[in-house]
């Protein structure tokens, strides 16, 4: 059982549902435990909340690689076949001249999901240490890590536009490639790692200070 902080809503013996919000006296049995407006589980922490994102995060890991190795898109017309890689797309908006767009699409589609890796992989390792470092600065941390996750996505969005833009118009066959799977499981992976990993859980190693 970890020693909570004093003055946290769990050492005055309070949880707060995770489904609802509401905050409920800790049960006597945890087994049993039910939040009496929405009757979902209430747990004093996310349950397996470390397990959960070290397992996710390393999977959203592994995908990273292949989602900027492989081809997330492949366009055949009567010209012949291409397939586009992400870094091969920003580097041919930017010698096109839409260097704005190269900018803004290797900002979310490559810097923002290494950043939201290395980022949870900080979170995690402190937690896992006992690290009681800086918790305001890590839970600021956690928050706008939560608030760019939706964000990722741009290169899928761009790749599904342009399927059905082109098919459309029968102008050529633009299929999603190995990369974009990849890619897609990534910013999944991140956004459930996000979830999963308990912000609270930050603050249970930290003592007040007139202690």
């Known amino acids: 059982m970890p020693s909570y902080r004093v003055g946290s809503a769990a050492a005055a013996g309070l949880w707060r549902c995770h489904a609802c919000g509401l905050l409920c006296r800790a049960p006597e049995s945890e087994e049993t435990a039910a939040c009496p407006r929405c009757h979902a589980w209430l747990h004093v922490r996310k349950p397996n909340s470390l397990q959960r994102a070290w397992a996710l995060l390393l999977a959203a890991l592994v995908c990273y690689i292949p989602a900027n190795l492989f081809p997330i898109m492949q366009t055949s017309s009567f010209m012949g076949s291409q397939r586009d890689t992400i870094m091969s797309g920003v580097v041919y908006l930017w010698k096109s001249g839409s260097w704005p767009l190269a900018v803004v699409v290797f900002t979310a589609s490559v810097l923002v999901p290494l950043l939201k890796i290395l980022a949870l992989l900080l979170l995690l390792f402190t937690v896992q240490c006992g690290s009681a470092w800086a918790p305001q600065q890590r839970t600021r941390l956690y928050r706008l890590v939560e608030i760019i996750g939706p964000w990722s996505m741009l290169d899928i969005y761009v790749v599904a536009l342009m399927v059905t833009l082109v098919q459309w118009q029968s102008l050529a066959v633009i299929k ?23 912000p609270r859980l930050i603050w249970d190693q930290v003592k007040d200070e007139d202690e």
């Open 176 to 198: 999603a490639g190995s990369g974009a799977i990849a890619f897609g499981a990534v910013v999944v992976l991140t956004m459930l790692a996000a979830m999963s990993f308990d």
